[in-house]
C-alpha cells in the first residue's frame, strides 16, 4: 500500500532518526474470534476486491484452504485445521490467516530499505512498495511467515490492515464482508475486552483453555484471536505459539551492525594513525642495488 | 635497479579483478548492511538495482579469487617459522623491522590475510545463494536463511577488515605495490622484506 498518512509514523525501516509522528492515532487492533467463523471465506473475497487482487486459479490440494497459501495476490487465507483434542470429538477449526501487524515487526527491523516499510501510530504495518527493493529480509524478519516477493515485480506484499480505509475511518475490508461478527476492529483496547466477553463465554461453554492470542514475545499484535484452545495454538494450522524475532535477526539488524560500522571505520583510522605515528617501512639500500 | 618477477601478468590482472569486484560487491553489500551507508546504492542506480547486482558482483569475485586460491594455497601454507615471526609482530608494528626472522615469499601476516580472506569469501560464496532472490532464497527454509543472513554479514565485515589490513600494509612496507602494478620488486626490497625467497630467486641464477 502507499502511506496516506505521513503524520503518524511510529517506525520507518532502515531509518536511525525519528520518523514524523505529530499525529497519535488510536491504538487499534483487529479482533478474529476463531470460534464464530463459518470459513465462507466473505473475508477473503471482500480482501480482493478492495485491493483489487486477483489470484491465478489453483489446484485442490485436499483441503479447503484455497488459495494453499498466502501469495503476493492473496493476503489473506482461510485455514482449516480438523483436530481431535478430546478423543472422538472432531473440531474444525478456521483460522484466518495473514499479517498480525506485531508492535515490534521483524519485518520492519529486518528491511534494509528506508521507509519501506512502516509503522503507523496506530500500530498497523505496512509495505511501501515503492521503495522495495525486494531483497525478502522481511521474510527472514518475520515471526509468522506471511510476507510474500512477487514473481512478477519482485515486490513484498501482505495484508495492509486496509490502511488507505483506516486512514479515512472506515474499517477495513474483511470486517466489513464478514457475515457472523467473527471479525471486528476498533481501538486495541475494545478489543481486548471484547475478547475477554467472549473467552468467558467460551469457557462457560466448556472450552476452558479458550484465550485471546496477543503474544507478549512481539510486543503484542494489531490482528488477535479469540482461540477456544489458547493453551495450543499450534492447532490452528501451526500458529506459533510464542512468537518473537529469532535471536539471530536481534543480532543481526542489533548489536552487531553499529559495532560493525565501528570496527571498520576504526581499522581504516588505527592503520592511519599507525602511519604517521610509527611511519613506512622502507628499503634502505635502494640507491646502491 | 635489478629486478624479480614476484608475479605472472595473469596472476595480477586476476588480482586487480578481484579487487574490482571486491568494491563493488562492498559498497552494494554495505548499503544493506546500515542505514547510514544506503546512500552507496546510488553508485549502482538505485536500491533495487544494488539488490539485483550484488549477488553477481560477489559470485563474480569468490569464483575469479577461487583460481589465486589454488595457485597460492601452498605458498601460504602456515609453518613454525611463522609462528615465530607472528610472535614477534608486535615489534615490527612499533617500526622495529630488524627484530624480524628472515621470511620467504609470504610473511606470517600475509598468510593469515590469505586465509582470513579465503575463508571469508567461502562462507560468503555459501550463505549468499541461501537468501539471493528470486533465484535460491525460496529453496531454502526460513531459519537457514536467517543463520545465512547472520553468517554473510559476519565474514562480509572479516573480509573488509582484512582487506583493509592488507591494502594497508601495501601502502605502508614502501616498494610492494609495484608486485602488483608491475610485477617486479627491487632485489633490495626482497632481500629486506622477504630474505629466503631472495636466496630462493637468485640462488637459480648462479
Not at chain 1, 91 to 103: P, S, V, Y
Not at chain 1, 219 to 225: L, S
Not at chain 2, 168 to 192: C, F, H, N, P, S
Amino acid at each position: 500500500m502507499s502511506s496516506l498518512q505521513s503524520l503518524d509514523i511510529a517506525k520507518r525501516s532502515a531509518t536511525t532518526t525519528p520518523s514524523p509522528q505529530a499525529r497519535h492515532g488510536a491504538e487499534i487492533a483487529k479482533l478474529i474470534d476463531v470460534s464464530s467463523c463459518i470459513g465462507c471465506k466473505a473475508c477473503q473475497v471482500a480482501c480482493m476486491q478492495w485491493n483489487d487482487l486477483r489470484d491465478d486459479v489453483g489446484e485442490n490440494a485436499g483441503s479447503y484452504d484455497n488459495p494453499r497459501d498466502l501469495t503476493p495476490q492473496s493476503w489473506t487465507v482461510m485455514r482449516y485445521s480438523e483436530v481431535e483434542v478430546v478423543e472422538n470429538k472432531l473440531e474444525w477449526l478456521i483460522r484466518k490467516d495473514g499479517c498480525m501487524h506485531c508492535e515490534d515487526p521483524g519485518c520492519l527491523k529486518s528491511c534494509p530499505a528506508p521507509g519501506a516499510i512502516v509503522q503507523y501510530t496506530n500500530g498497523i504495518v505496512d509495505f511501501i512498495s515503492e521503495h522495495c527493493i525486494g531483497c525478502g529480509n522481511c521474510v527472514t524478519g518475520c515471526p509468522f511467515d506471511v510476507p510474500r516477493i512477487s514473481k512478477v515485480d519482485s515486490k513484498a506484499y501482505k495484508c495492509s490492515l486496509c490502511s488507505d480505509r483506516v486512514g479515512v475511518g472506515l474499517e477495513p475490508a474483511c470486517v466489513k464482508a464478514c457475515p457472523t461478527g467473527a471479525i471486528r476492529f476498533g481501538a486495541k483496547e475494545d478489543m481486548l475486552d471484547f475478547g475477554a466477553e467472549r473467552v468467558a463465554d467460551l469457557k462457560e461453554r466448556g472450552y476452558e483453555q479458550a484465550g485471546v492470542y496477543d503474544p507478549p514475545g512481539v510486543g503484542g499484535t494489531h490482528v488477535v484471536y479469540v482461540l477456544q484452545h489458547a493453551d495450543k495454538p499450534e492447532l490452528y494450522h501451526g500458529l506459533p505459539a510464542d512468537p518473537k524475532i529469532s535471536p539471530l535477526v536481534s543480532l543481526w539488524k542489533g548489536v552487531a551492525k553499529p559495532l560493525a560500522v565501528a570496527a571498520m571505520i576504526g581499522a581504516v583510522f588505527a592503520g592511519f594513525f599507525h602511519y604517521m605515528k610509527v611511519g613506512p617501512i622502507e628499503t634502505k639500500d635502494e640507491a646502491e642495488s | 635497479m635489478k629486478l624479480l618477477q614476484r608475479y605472472q601478468d595473469g596472476d595480477r590482472m586476476r588480482h586487480w579483478l578481484v579487487a574490482l569486484l571486491f568494491f563493488m560487491a562492498a559498497f552494494s553489500g554495505l548499503a544493506f548492511f546500515h542505514p547510514a551507508l544506503y546512500f552507496f546504492t546510488a553508485l549502482f542506480g538505485g536500491g533495487a538495482w544494488a539488490r539485483i547486482l550484488h549477488p553477481f558482483f560477489g559470485l563474480a569475485m569468490a569464483l575469479i579469487f577461487a583460481g589465486l586460491f589454488f595457485k597460492l594455497r601452498h605458498e601460504n601454507r602456515m609453518t613454525d617459522a611463522d609462528r615465530a615471526w607472528r610472535a614477534r609482530a608486535g615489534q615490527l608494528l612499533r617500526g622495529d623491522k630488524g627484530a624480524m626472522p628472515p621470511v620467504g615469499k609470504y610473511n606470517a601476516g600475509q598468510k593469515m590475510v590469505f586465509w582470513l580472506l579465503s575463508s571469508c569469501l567461502l562462507l560468503l560464496f555459501i550463505t549468499g545463494f541461501m537468501f539471493w532472490q528470486p533465484w535460491f532464497a525460496n529453496a531454502f527454509p526460513i531459519l537457514l536463511r536467517r543463520i545465512g543472513v547472520l553468517v554473510h554479514a559476519a565474514s562480509a565485515v572479516g573480509l573488509i577488515l582484512g582487506v583493509i589490513v592488507h591494502v594497508y600494509a601495501a601502502i605502508w612496507v614502501k616498494g610492494t605495490l609495484r608486485a602488483m602494478t608491475r610485477g617486479t620488486v627491487t632485489e633490495a626490497w626482497a632481500r629486506q622484506n622477504h630474505a629466503l625467497w631472495y636466496q630462493d630467486m637468485t640462488r637459480l641464477r648462479k
